[in-house]
């Protein structure tokens, strides 16, 4: 099935077509009149040089306007073989069509709402015959009953013509021309990125990319740079501050030597006010009793890392190298 975005915008234009697999571009006047557009020959020649194929209106009262006007734009400098004129079904319309294909012209029958204008266009050589979805059921019809059936008259009857499954609204009538087996569909450049999207395929491929950081990143390239120490003759109330200075939850107390001492923490620090006060901001850090700081050296990877925040349950752990604290790993760290 062929994908065309449906765009005026030359800035989706170009994101787009930078996905390298589309097919072509449809435009229409009232998509140039919303974005401003005033040189509407100049922007059919500089799209011309952007897209594979460009599907553009050529309008006219009669059948002889419609191809004037379609040898106008081709003199504009068009390729003939990449260049899809869009007519409006009607009488003199599939006539332009028939003329147009004549000439070896490739042509668009749009605005198509029954299969007896389908039909028409088919029998005139339309390369392309272009229901539009959105507008049918904006109206109450069901458009996806006339597409298939537009579909099932080009196998039955073998016409050489492509259906267009126009006036995508949403990601719904992508998979609709999907399951309806149409040739060809135009799409939204916002519809369109949301295509690929699908909350599992997230939460996979989020797995994905922390379980390879996991085995291939060591634990000290994933510190943020800051090591969080103080010696162990700060006073609690300093200590405090270095907490927000270091925007961690954890500071590293080391000794004299520069080797560690323990791990204060916030939470630590609000079950010491709990049990003795606020009097405790008064002492050192040096008066307190600490667990045995919970470890790891910097050119471990951070699988390991991983296993011992499982272990132990907490959210931070003092990075080392060669046994001097260098910084802190906290559990945020194996996800960034």
Known sequence: MELYLDSANLKEIEEGFKLGFLNGLTTTPTFMQKEGITDIDGTIVKLSKI????????????????????????????????????????????????????????????????????????QAGATYVCP????????????????????????????????????????????????IGVHTITVPLKIMKQLTENNFTTVGTDQF?????????????????????????????????????????AITVVKKDGSIRGVFTDGGLRKLLGEKGRDILTKKLSALEYREPITIEGNVLLNEANILFKKTNVDTIVVTDNGKPVGMLDIQDLKS
């Open 209 to 249: 990319i922390m379980d390879t950081r996991l085995m291939m990143v060591k634990v000290k390239e994933a510190i943020n740079g800051v090591n969080p120490i103080v010696p162990e003759d700060t006073n609690i109330t300093d200590a405090i501050i270095k907490l927000t200075e270091f925007n961690f939850g």
């Open 132 to 179: 539009l979805v959105g507008r049918l059921q904006d109206q109450g019809h069901d458009a996806l009953a006339l597409v298939q059936q537009c579909v099932d008259a080009v196998d039955l009857y073998g016409y050489d013509t492509k259906i267009m499954f126009s006036s995508v609204r949403t990601v719904e009538h992508v998979r609709n021309a999907i399951n």
């Open 51 to 122: 897209v594979p194929v460009l599907q553009i209106e050529a309008l006219g009262n009669s059948a002889e306007e419609v191809l004037a006007e379609a040898e106008r734009q081709l003199a504009l400098g068009l390729d003939p073989k990449k260049t899809v004129f869009k007519i409006p079904v009607s009488l003199e319309g599939v006539r332009a069509c028939k003329m147009l294909r004549d000439k070896g012209y490739l042509v668009n029958v749009h605005l198509v709402y029954t299969l007896q204008q389908a039909y028409m266009a088919m």
